[in-house]
Structures are given as structure tokens and as C-alpha cells.
Nanobody, 126 residues
Framework: QVQLVESGGGLVQAGGSLRLSCAAS????????MGWFRQAPGKEREFVAA????????DYADSVKGRFTISRDNAKNTVYLQMNSLKPEDTAVYYC???????????????????WGQGTQVTVSS
């Protein structure tokens, strides 16, 4: 079993930055695809970004392209989401997800992932 714990959320003004971390425990996630998703109140969970097991392939939602960057440090068993130029519409609970697969391309479908964290709140004020 893999446990995922997100951190780094908080309250930030529009235009500001935050870096989310997703620390994995229980097993090494060096062979896992990792993803970030978010869910705003009253809305469905949506894809934000994903990275394959090696870090060589990434994918982003159109709404965050050019502003968010996903990365991973397999030595630390941690995945990051650097969020810049934040907007009020980025406000949501952000979740980390994982799947043990050496796939060349990570998926944006949340049902593809097997493990989920509890989430961290990001609030962007206008």
C-alpha cells in the first residue's frame, strides 16, 4: 500500500505562488505515475497535471498550462506542483494520486489512479 500526504496549501492573493508537495510512504513510487487533481465546492474533481514514472513525460490541463509545473524527486519519494500566477478560479482542494505503472504517458482520467491523498486546500483571493 502507498500512502500519499499533500502539503503546501494555503491562502494566497491572486498573482501569487504556492508549491504543493505530495510525500509518499509505504513503498517507493519511483515506478509510479503521479497526478494532481482538484475539486472546487459544488464541482467535480478535475485533472490538473500528471507526470510519468521517470519524469520524462508530463501533461497539463489547458487551464493551468504555462502557470503550473509538475515535477518529481524519486530520491525523496515526493512529487511537487509549482503553481504561479494563481487566479481565484484555482481555489480548490488539491489531491495527489498515484498508479504503479511504467507508462510512457500519464493519464488525466482520475479513475486510472489507484491511490489518493486526503487533499490540501488552496484558496486564492482576488
Amino acid at each position: 500500500q502507498v500512502q500519499l500526504v499533500e502539503s503546501g496549501g494555503g491562502l494566497v492573493q491572486a498573482g501569487g505562488s504556492l508549491r504543493l508537495s505530495c510525500a509518499a510512504s509505504g513503498r517507493t513510487v519511483s515506478t509510479y505515475a503521479m497526478g494532481w487533481f482538484r475539486q472546487a465546492p459544488g464541482k467535480e474533481r478535475e485533472f490538473v497535471a500528471a507526470i510519468n514514472w521517470s519524469g520524462g513525460s508530463t501533461d497539463y490541463a489547458d487551464s493551468v498550462k504555462g502557470r503550473f509545473t509538475i515535477s518529481r524527486d524519486n530520491a525523496k519519494n515526493t512529487v511537487y506542483l509549482q503553481m504561479n500566477s494563481l487566479k481565484p478560479e484555482d481555489t480548490a482542494v488539491y489531491y495527489c494520486a498515484a498508479r504503479n505503472i511504467r507508462s510512457a504517458y500519464p493519464k488525466s482520467d482520475p479513475s486510472w489512479y489507484d491511490y489518493w491523498g486526503q487533499g490540501t486546500q488552496v484558496t486564492v483571493s482576488s
